[in-house]
């Protein structure tokens, strides 16, 4: 099994930045890549992005590429999702996933965070 806990989330303006964090526990040698998805309010679940625990290879959603940097710090099985010029429309629950492929499909992941609110005011 494997654990993840995502922090870093709360009330920020718009045009500010942001930095999630997502620390993995537990069996972590048995994932290859980490994502993260949003589910705004009454919306389905968004993929974000998706970058191998090496970090050489990342790949972002369109409606967030450009805006949305996705890395990884082996040393502390962790991972981060910084987020910059927000918008109120990026308000969501934010969660990070492991899965032991490259993926981008949240079926495709077998670990999922409980979620970090972000909410963005105008």
């Known amino acids: 099994q494997v654990q993840l806990v995502e922090s870093g989330g709360g009330l920020v303006q718009a045009g500010d930045s942001l930095r999630l964090s997502c620390v993995a526990s537990?069996?972590?040698?048995?994932?290859?890549?980490m994502g993260w998805f949003r589910q705004a309010p009454g919306k389905a679940r968004e993929f974000v992005g998706t970058?191998?625990?090496?970090?050489?290879?990342?790949y972002y959603a369109e409606s967030v590429r450009g805006r949305i940097t996705i890395s990884t710090d082996n040393a502390k099985n962790t991972g981060y999702l910084q987020i910059s010029k927000l918008k109120p429309e990026d308000t969501a629950v934010y969660y990070c996933?492991?899965?032991?492929?490259?993926?981008?499909?949240?079926?495709?992941?077998?670990?999922w965070g409980q979620g970090t609110q972000v909410t963005v005011s105008s």
């Open positions: 970058v191998s625990w090496s970090g050489t290879s990342t």
């Open positions: 537990g069996r972590t040698f048995s994932t290859y890549a």
């Open positions: 996933a492991a899965a032991s492929r490259f993926v981008t499909t949240a079926r495709m992941f077998e670990y």
